[in-house]
């Protein structure tokens, strides 16, 4: 038994068709240069995407940059999208991840945030929750700076210095004047804390 | 996989996921993950909490002007996929050895008085042109390799951008006046730059310029760069 998407190959859907697919259908019909199915698949993640990037790079117009080079790289590589890797959503944040560290690799400068609350900076700027999506967003992100913050904060720092940072395990140990060991092992303490205490909650 | 194979690499499965792995730890990492039962186990559940980590940012809206760039560049590639192969441009005198390519080039370069024409094929399908510096640019120099109706323009020198700036190429078809905008570039240190450019197959004409970031739909500069292509 084939994916919805590919039971409708080779008939154009129409946008609201088109929205009702799962992510996981949207991407083969993607693959096949189908630009409407490519909308819906940004207008889904553009958010998230662009968030992060701006995160990690800091800066309005890389951020834009950036997302605007993952996307493009997502169309024009048709989609090499594994469903066994995760879901659509994570893969996209990868890329975008990656993107951002490489473009402030390329600056040669890396200045990451070190606090992982946000809460003040959102109060300071209140952005329009425009669509409901968007407010779930931004509660799932309240949730997960929730549970960051609950970390040990040796934990939560060495997991943002990689992630959000791109720093190397070597790096962070120089950075931070500790054993190689004892970075990787606060990596996979504060990992398994996030995923223990709080997925179940947010992710399931 | 016995414990002792599999210890060396305990620690480096969170490392890894977040990215963190310098690139010989990574490969040797992968090359254990792929015969770790344990490790692939432990992935499958941890995966979860990094994927998450995204969703800890402030939530800040994309502006609006990306959706609509993006999008028209998408829509665009998309309805040039769906044609029939368009004929594809040639200049069947190009189809010559090098050498002689070469000699013919120089020859039209000076009864033409341009800098800038065709210098020669890297390639039965590839064809070569040199772009033409202009006074801003000067010390600049790039080639466009076209392979069917798209193609690569390699640059160099090209002159500094502010951090608000980009370079874009436009392309012209033959027969119109319209530049259509194409691929958005920044520079590696050292002025090297490529950009990848699609719908080459009635192009006459391809230019560099420079830009507010995120690219314009109509230059907004006099042009850095001009590739003659027919």
Redesign the interface.
Known sequence: MGSLAEHVAGVTMNTEALQRLADEDLMPLVARNDAAAFEVFYDRHAGAAYSLAHRIVGDPGAAEDVTQEAFLSIWRSKARYDAARGSVRAWTLGIVRNRAIDAIRRQGGRAPKLDLDDEAALERKPAPERTEAEALRRETARQVRGALGALPSDQSQVIELAYFGGFSHSEIAKMLGMPLGTVKGRMRLGLEKIRARFAEEVLE | MNAQDHRPFE?????W??????EPEAEAFERHLDGCERCQTDLR???????????????????PR??G???G???A???R??RPQAARRRLPWLRVPRPAVAALAATALVAAGVAGYTLGVGSEEEETFTAEPSKEATGASAELVVDGDSGTLHASGLPPLR??Q?FQAWIRNVGETELRPSD?F?P?QGGEATASLDGLEDAAQVMVTREP??GSTQPTTRPLLRAKLS
């Open positions: 620690d480096d499965l969170a490392a996921m977040l990215g963190a792995l310098d559940w941890l995966r979860p909490a990094v994927d998450v980590l995204p969703a800890s940012v402030t939530q800040i809206p994309p502006p990306m959706r760039q993006l999008l560049t998408v829509r590639e998309a309805r996929a769906s951090r608000d980009v958005v920044r590696a970031r995120g």
